[in-house]
């Protein structure tokens, strides 16, 4: 789970379109997708710029979202948490902003009680 590919996977496209989209090395695109390297933050915020003008995502990523999903992330690697569709769909809403960040964790948590896990 990382911003790149939940920015990617909102257009439908492959690494290789994506890459092609946005006029990149696609290699760049697996390595950060694969959590070999991590993109600046003004990559990031100028791929979500580029996209939001384009009409693949309703508001542009800010420094603060792009910073939670990175803490995000590391909190459920420490964790050794998984998740599952319903929680990729969650952060996949929570970065086009139809949702808050306390919603998409108050949606984590009832999850998690639901399937048994304390």
């Known amino acids: 789970m990382n911003t790149i590919k939940e920015?990617?996977?909102t257009t439908g496209m492959s690494q290789s379109k994506f890459a092609l989209y946005l006029g990149i090395p696609v290699?760049?695109?697996q390595h950060w997708e694969q959590g070999k390297t991590t993109p600046p933050d003004y990559?990031?915020?100028l791929i979500s710029r580029v996209m939001k003008s384009d009409g693949y995502i309703e508001e542009e990523l800010t420094t603060a979202q792009i910073d939670m999903l990175r803490q995000t992330q590391a909190t459920l690697?420490?964790?050794n948490l998984s998740v599952g569709n319903m929680a990729m769909n969650a952060m996949g809403k929570m970065i086009k902003?139809?949702?808050s960040r306390e919603e998409y964790q108050r949606m984590l948590k009832e999850n998690y009680k639901a399937n048994g896990k304390h």
Do not use: H, M
């Open 7 to 9: 920015l990617r996977k």
């Open 27 to 29: 290699a760049n695109i």
């Open 97 to 99: 902003g139809k949702i």
């Open 77 to 79: 690697a420490l964790e």
């Open 43 to 45: 990559v990031t915020s």
